[in-house]
């Protein structure tokens, strides 16, 4: 831990963050609203307004753009009673799941499965039957429960320590809680100049808890965060599907689905606040976690050792280390394949700049976090699925 000052405290070494993000951080640590302090975590990175792996408790207000656009973003990983020896055929249950799963942003469900019409149900339910489509500009977002979406968005089947066999999943609310997320970001911003705040950053605009705009933002984040985790849940339950028809019928031993992209009222420092996590998990004392590496690398099955100067947080993954702009110019199709080698993944174009070496070293990210968080297992994928 290194406490830069009485406003920020990183888990990593400060001369080791990009300057930009060093930036955003500062700014951040000098919004009005903020509690105590700026807490940084080891995958830290450039982001929007602030930066990703970012942890801050704010007073009766909420940043929109420190929640982020991808509202409820997390994991969830399944551990079963399947060893390693018995699966074999991996390109077949790749190709399995990428059935079930519609891959890539913009690749709705076809037609609704029951699964996921009971899951529906529960956000119609919540959304008081309001036309989210309408208000936010979307597509059905019903189509778009059980879809896994792009970029840094994964499926995997892993293996930890004792052969035991994981899948894992990480995804978030899809394109309703993107437009959800920008929607009161821009009102936000519109707030400020009415109210005649200036900030070090326009993208750092909150919320004031006495406003209407807070209620509606609080109400929708929570619907979206429940997208979240819901939609996780049901493309679960089909990838486990594959599992059985491709492997054979089995045990579910333990199931985990946090998000890292959320906020919520928790109590630090005796006072209730806002805790917003941009990029980090919830690690309170024996809270239970994933934290991946990249496409290629090793991730990690935790528990939370509830570090008061990280708000009881962890990192939420690698973290980018590169744009993916520079990993399109840094690496090529040859250098993906070298990076995936004994794994089975769709190889493609579309892929390079999620290539391991765009992304920090998880190793290094899982040795600042150690007064964070207790490893119990680490997996190693053999099976990769990815979006365009």
């Known amino acids: 831990m290194y406490k830069i000052n009485d406003k920020i405290t990183t888990f990593l070494p400060w001369d080791s963050i990009e300057p930009e993000a060093q930036q955003q951080i500062k700014n951040t640590a000098e919004v009005p609203c903020l509690f105590h302090h700026v807490a940084v975590m080891p995958d830290c990175h450039f982001g929007k307004g602030a930066t990703v792996g970012t942890v801050l408790a704010t007073r009766k207000a909420v940043i929109p753009a420190a929640v982020g656009v991808d509202i409820g973003c997390g994991m969830i990983a399944v551990k079963t009673d399947i060893k390693k020896e018995e699966v074999k055929n991996l390109e077949e249950i790749r190709k399995g799941i990428e059935r079930r799963i519609p891959m890539s942003a913009g690749k709705f469900n076809k037609t609704i499965q029951l699964s996921a019409q009971k899951r529906i149900e529960e956000l119609e339910k919540m959304a008081n039957n309001e036309d989210l489509d309408k208000k936010f500009g979307t597509n059905n977002w019903r189509e778009q429960i059980g879809t896994l979406g792009g970029g840094n968005h994964f499926i995997e089947l892993c293996i930890d320590e004792n052969d035991d066999v994981w899948a894992t999943l990480h995804s978030g609310s899809r394109g309703i809680g993107n437009k959800i997320g920008m929607y009161y970001i821009k009102i936000a911003t519109k707030l400020m100049e009415k109210y005649h705040i200036k900030l070090p950053d326009p993208d750092l605009s909150y919320l004031p808890e006495d406003t209407p705009e807070f209620d509606e933002y609080i109400h ?93 947080s962890s990192p939420h993954g690698a973290g980018r280390r590169m744009s993916r702009t520079k990993a399109r110019q840094e690496f090529k199709i040859e250098d993906l394949d070298k990076a995936m080698e004994g794994i089975e993944f769709r190889r493609s174009d579309v892929l390079i700049d999620e290539i391991p070496g765009a992304y920090k070293n998880i190793d290094e990210v899982m040795e600042n976090a150690k007064e964070l968080v207790k490893i119990d297992h680490t997996l190693k994928q053999i099976l990769n699925c990815k979006g365009d």
């Open 220 to 312: 929708y984040l929570h619907w979206a965060q429940k997208f979240a985790l819901l939609n996780r849940e049901e493309m679960m339950d089909r990838f486990l599907e594959e599992l059985k028809y491709s492997v054979r019928e089995f045990k579910e031993l333990e199931r985990i689905n946090s998000h890292h992209n959320f906020t919520q009222i928790e109590n630090h420092f005796g006072h209730n606040v806002w805790i917003t996590r941009k990029g980090a998990v919830k690690a309170d004392t024996m809270d239970r976690g994933m934290i991946p590496g990249s496409m290629g690398t090793k991730s990690y099955i935790i528990s939370g050792l509830g570090n008061k100067m990280s708000f009881n």
